[in-house]
């Protein structure tokens, strides 16, 4: 290759052929990032929309609550690139049937809104900040992947 050539990246296809495409440099990244921001319009008020992607830190728990519903805890460890890793603890009511698959270590997406919660205690208050699913992904599952994603982002997405 020449001095003058681009850097190409390989990318998986759907058939499983690989095709190439230009790799990006930092600052385009950040500009393309910017543009589909800039591209969404105003972000109405009252939005609560969190996407985390990483492993989870521990098996998910399953327990039965008074009220008749499931609740799924878990932990899922996100590790940014050059950044300190983050470990969030989410919750999920009435999780589907698939839930019971995941285990830790997997690579999964979890979508839904931030909320602090405060109970009683010992006789004192305490709170705690979680994540409240409405859905968790595998992170190999990109068709569930993009539907999850997307119903987060409906509110939210101007109409054309």
Do not use: C, Y
Request: hydrophobic residues 40%; positive net charge.
């Amino acid at each position: 290759m020449s001095r003058r050539s681009k850097t190409m990246q390989l990318v998986g296809v759907r058939d499983s052929r690989l095709t190439e495409r230009p790799v990006q440099k930092p600052d385009q990244e950040q500009a393309q990032k910017s543009r589909l921001v800039a591209s969404a319009g105003p972000v109405p008020d009252g939005t609560n929309i969190v996407i985390l992607r990483g492993k989870l830190s521990r098996a998910p728990e399953h327990r039965a609550l008074s009220s008749g519903s499931v609740l799924l805890t878990a932990d899922i460890t996100v590790r940014p690139v050059d950044a300190q890793a983050d470990t969030v603890p989410v919750v999920w009511f009435d999780p589907p049937e698939r839930a019971l698959r995941f285990d830790e270590g997997d690579d999964v997406v979890a979508v839904g809104r931030v909320r602090r919660r405060f109970f009683r205690s010992g006789g004192a208050t305490l709170s705690r900040t979680e994540v409240v699913v409405s859905s968790i992904v595998s992170a190999r599952a990109p068709t569930r992947l993009r539907a999850a994603i997307a119903a987060a982002l409906e509110p939210i997405t101007p109409l054309e």
